[in-house]
Structures are given as structure tokens and as C-alpha cells.
């Protein structure tokens, strides 16, 4: 009997070591919007490209970024609110430290929020009234020197 329990174990691991590995961005939910899109800040006279999900639904936007635990640092999730208003975002269910960029209906950056605590359900206010808001990496917008009045170039703000 223990010779069979050995043999099942060395087998189970044998299977176990020859399973395909799977990247974090292969275990995530399917992206939620509509795919993604090219979108880019320019700052400091650098541009800074991302590929972005928008969300332009009540639902989406409810759903966000929420039960992922990972997102490429070239990666986005942009809220299309459809119209300018003041507007709080949250983190509940969001298991990454985000930057919120809370952008103006003429693509200029009006706050960021860096990296917004993950599980939370404290409210981050725009602060002023806003068309969308972009969610990159927490860290992100430092990074890369990103900060209120730079401009967001995407088609959104050509309305």
C-alpha cells in the first residue's frame, strides 16, 4: 500500500511539473470593455502611451477593475462618464494600488490620486467636475512624472 501511495505521489508531481506555467495576465478575468485602445499623456514634452479598457456603461464603470490582482504597467482602464460632473471612485473589490487621473472634458489631468489603497471603500473625489477618469498602476503617474495639467490625448476629448 505505501508503495502505491509513493508511486501516486511521484506521478502526481511528475503531472504538476509538466503543467503548462500560466502568466499572471493569462489567470485574469476577460477584459471588460470593448478591448483596448491606444491612448497617451503627454508630459514634460514626453509622451507616455497606454493601451486602455474604456468603460462606458453604468455597469462597466460599477465593475471596473475589480477581482484583478494584476495589470501591465502599459495598461489602462479609462471611465467615460458621458458628460462633466463631480465624481468618487473606489476601491472595493480592486486588489492593485491604482493612480486615478481625474481628466477634464478638454483632456487636462485636473487631480491624481496615487496609489489609491486596494480593498477600500473610503470615496476619492474629483474634486471638480470631470468627464473621465483613467486607472493605472499605483506608482505609475510618479514614475513617469505625470501630474495635474498635463494633457491626456485620446478621442474622447475631441468632442
Given amino acids: 500500500m505505501l508503495a502505491l501511495r509513493t508511486a501516486f505521489t511521484a ?3 511528475i503531472l504538476i511539473a509538466l503543467m503548462p506555467a500560466v502568466s499572471p495576465a493569462q489567470s485574469q478575468p476577460a477584459a471588460t470593455g470593448a478591448g483596448l485602445e491606444a491612448l497617451t499623456i503627454v508630459s514634460g514634452g514626453k509622451r507616455h502611451a497606454f493601451q486602455v479598457e474604456v468603460m462606458r456603461t453604468p455597469d462597466q464603470r460599477a465593475r471596473g477593475l ?6 501591465p504597467a502599459d495598461r489602462g482602464m479609462l471611465f467615460d462618464f458621458g458628460s462633466s460632473e463631480p465624481v468618487a ?3 472595493q473589490n480592486t486588489y492593485i494600488p ?19 489603497e486596494p480593498l477600500s471603500t473610503r470615496t476619492i473625489p474629483s474634486g471638480e467636475p ?9 506608482g505609475i503617474s ?3 512624472g505625470i ?5 491626456v490625448e ?3 476629448f475631441k468632442r
Avoid: C
Wanted: glycine content about 6%; proline content about 2%; overall charge positive.
Fill in 142 to 144: 510618479r514614475q513617469l
Fill in 130 to 138: 470631470v468627464l473621465s477618469v483613467l486607472e493605472i498602476n499605483g
Fill in 154 to 156: 485620446y478621442a474622447l
Fill in 98 to 116: 491604482l493612480d486615478m487621473l481625474f481628466i477634464r472634458a478638454d483632456g487636462t489631468i485636473a487631480r491624481i490620486a496615487e496609489q489609491t
Fill in 66 to 71: 475589480m477581482h484583478r490582482n494584476y495589470l
Fill in 89 to 91: 471612485m473606489w476601491m
Fill in 147 to 151: 501630474k495635474p495639467g498635463d494633457k
Fill in 11 to 13: 506521478f502526481a508531481f
